[in-house]
């Protein structure tokens, strides 16, 4: 399984955009690269996935590196509510189980 | 449609005694996973169960066992419970039908708490 290094925590200013590195070298070539987010007392929420080009969706980007060794999340206008603990999990295709780590933690200032 | 649901949302047991937790996965989902958290670490994933059938294990002891029942709920049991095992549990559906990738929709979990 693919590990994955994340910077502990992050600060951004409200309304501006946020970029999330994850670091995942040992990735292999048919794991999807699967973003969740965990706001505090809630379950994990997904945010986007992606195996090669990058991918947009309403909540975020996802920019993946062309040797896919990492990727960024990119909020584009950070809010409070974006303030969470950000994991980043390589996902094989014939794979069963998240390899969730520690994360990012998120603080969004006012 | 309606999202994961999970029962109870806090639960205090004393060590050596036997739990069950609920979930009632999102609908048109078939699929079930479950996952413990301890405090400021990750979810690790215990077990998955598709077609009423576990289908991958995680590093955990067989005194963890679950189920899952013909409308896709599920059931996590745990045994002699030890104070490592306080954590919040986690359960999450997603559909096959959609492909492995299918992405996972959470509850927002059991706490469990062994004194």
């Known amino acids: 399984d693919a590990k994955t290094t994340q910077p502990n925590s992050m600060e951004s200013n409200e309304e501006e955009p946020v970029h999330l590195p994850c670091n995942h070298s040992?990735?292999?070539?048919?794991?999807?690269i699967h973003w969740y987010r965990q706001l505090p007392s809630q379950g994990p929420e997904y945010v986007i996935h992606g195996l090669t080009s990058n991918v947009n969706n309403r909540m975020a980007s996802l920019a993946i590196a062309e040797d896919r060794k990492s990727s960024t999340l990119i909020l584009h206008r950070a809010t409070l509510r974006d303030a969470a603990v950000y994991y980043c999990i390589p996902y094989p295709n014939t794979g069963n189980q998240f390899y969730f780590g520690t994360g990012t933690s998120l603080t969004v200032i006012p | 449609e309606t999202g994961v649901t999970q029962s109870p949302t806090h639960l205090i047991k004393t060590r050596g005694q036997q739990v069950t937790l609920r979930c009632s996965s999102q609908?048109?989902?078939?699929?079930v996973s479950w996952y413990q958290q301890a405090l400021g670490q990750g979810p690790q994933f215990i077990f998955q169960y598709y077609r009423e059938e576990e289908n991958g294990r995680g590093n955990f002891p067989p005194r963890f066992s679950g189920l899952q029942f013909p409308n896709y709920s599920s059931e996590l049991n745990v045994n002699a419970l030890e104070l490592d095992d306080s954590a919040l549990y986690l359960c999450?559906?997603?559909?096959?039908?959609?492909?492995?990738?299918?992405?996972?929709?959470f509850g927002n979990g059991t706490r469990l708490t062994v004194t």
């Open positions: 999450a559906s997603s559909n096959r039908g959609q492909g492995v990738t299918s992405p996972l929709h």
């Open positions: 609908s048109g989902h078939n699929t």
């Open positions: 040992t990735i292999s070539g048919t794991d999807y």
